[in-house]
């Protein structure tokens, strides 16, 4: 049976859970069920998943039973569809078997992940069989890391547009977000700070370019991007922000997989928008002070079980609906020209528009991104759907990428 002929297009997996459900309600709300997109439902519980179904209003949506601790279930899987949503994490703990079973199936595959030790430990366990099957492994395909990689992937295109060369450096700056923190994006990073001791977690955690690894590169420092200061490219005050550890290293592995497209010694650096210096230096105190009590095991455990979101935790429909986020891009060549682009979400980053985002990833992949453009391996957003990505999500899912 080739790819094109399986029986589904794309499976949710983990349709059961809070972000699952968004997903499989927005494949129903966008596409139905008897469209041109044969989507099914996934999770290990047929009970829970016929209620989700129910409330969704998709009561005939095919349902798929599979687990994460049972392989066969998975390979099955695998092998029913072309590609998979998953949204089962933290994928330190519950992602591997799945992505297996899609490297071995050459099924297409796009997660949530924000773990950098999850991705490059599947770069060095899956990369070599997804080549040889075909299977498009892709990883950060919510707010980790869509904006950013596709972002810095479009105002390099600008530049090039206008400067003739990519821009050596470009700047990343969250000037707006509201949404609601991430139950699901908590335990992933406590489930990295859980492991913090193994020697290789402190390695990916400790090296930008960790998910970009190539020994015959001869590539720059990077900005630290912890120090809170005035920008005077962004015009603004700007300090740490908290997912830039994830999206700096998918940007960099983007760079890699498309030949340095953006050169050897390109920089990048992301850090979010202040009113004014006390609040940039606010934020930075309060960061520092989260890290660390993440860090020290007593301190984690309490925060974890009384003060952070579980997983599954997220905000209600209001609250989905009224976020938003809007993000500024500026790219600077060596001779001190630049240019600068928005991307923009409509709805709150880390659940409505994630949920929209990832679906629209795994269609891109299924559709849109033949396996001459973009062959087996473990990839980036960006490097494996750049324009046809972007194309989609301006279409379909809210979010706009435009020159500023």
């Given at each position: 049976?080739?790819?094109d002929q ?8 983990g ?5 699952g ?13 008897d ?8 999770g290990r519980?047929?009970?829970?998943l ?8 998709a009561?005939?949506?095919?349902l ?5 601790s ?23 703990k ?9 490297a ?11 773990e ?10 899956h ?6 099957t075909g299977?498009?492994i ?26 003739g060369?990519?821009a050596s ?5 969250v000037?707006?977000m509201?949404g609601?923190?991430?139950g ?7 489930a ?8 290789f ?10 998910l970009?690894p ?14 809170p ?6 015009k ?7 997912m ?9 592995r ?67 609906e009224?976020g938003?986020y ?11 020209d ?7 979400g409509d ?8 949920s929209?985002m990832?679906?629209?990833a ?9 396996r ?8 980036s ?10 194309e989609?999500?301006?279409?379909n ?7 500023a």
């Amino acid at each position: 049976m080739t790819k094109d002929q399986r029986k589904y297009d794309v499976i949710v997996y983990g349709a059961s859970g809070f972000t699952g459900r968004l997903v499989a309600e927005y494949l129903n709300q966008s596409y139905g069920i008897d469209g041109n997109v044969r989507w099914a439902m996934a999770g290990r519980n047929a009970g829970k998943l016929g209620e989700v179904a129910a409330v969704i209003g998709a009561d005939a949506a095919p349902l798929v039973i599979a687990d994460a601790s049972d392989p066969k279930s998975l390979g099955e899987m695998a092998r029913s569809t072309r590609a998979i949503i998953t949204t089962v994490g933290p994928y330190q703990k519950y992602g591997e078997p799945l992505v297996a079973a899609c490297a071995a199936a050459g099924t297409d595959y796009v997660d949530l992940s924000g773990e950098p030790p999850f991705m490059r430990a599947m770069i060095d366990q899956h990369s070599d069989q997804a080549r040889e099957t075909g299977a498009r492994i892709v990883h950060s395909c919510g707010f980790d890391s869509i904006p950013f990689d596709l972002g810095v992937f479009y105002v390099q295109r600008l530049a090039e547009e206008k400067f003739g060369a990519p821009a050596s450096e470009v700047k990343c700056r969250v000037l707006a977000m509201k949404g609601g923190a991430s139950g699901g994006t908590i335990a992933s990073a406590l489930a990295t700070m859980e492991n913090i001791g193994d020697p290789f977690v402190r390695k990916v955690m400790s090296d930008i370019y960790s998910l970009a690894p190539d020994d015959n590169a001869d590539r720059p420092r990077q900005p630290a991007g912890n120090s809170p200061h005035y920008d005077r490219d962004a015009k603004k005050w700007v300090a740490p922000f908290v997912m830039a550890a994830i999206n700096t290293r998918n940007v960099h592995r983007s760079n890699m997989l498309m030949d340095y497209a953006y050169g050897e010694d390109f920089k990048y650096s992301e850090m979010m928008a202040a009113p004014n210096a006390p609040a940039a230096f606010a934020i930075a105190g309060g960061m520092g002070a989260g890290a660390g009590a993440l860090l020290f095991p007593p301190t984690r455990a309490l925060l974890k079980n009384t003060v952070l979101p579980k997983p599954g935790d997220g905000p209600n429909e209001r609250q989905r609906e009224n976020g938003f986020y809007k993000i500024l891009f500026i790219a600077k060549n060596k001779d001190g020209d630049s240019i600068s682009a928005i991307v923009k979400g409509d709805r709150d980053p880390g659940y409505g528009s994630t949920s929209k985002m990832i679906a629209e990833a795994a269609l891109c992949l299924a559709f849109d991104v033949s396996r001459k453009e973009t062959p087996g391996g473990v990839w980036s957003p960006a490097a494996a759907m750049g324009e046809k990505l972007i194309e989609r999500l301006e279409e379909n899912a809210g979010m706009t990428y435009e020159a500023a």
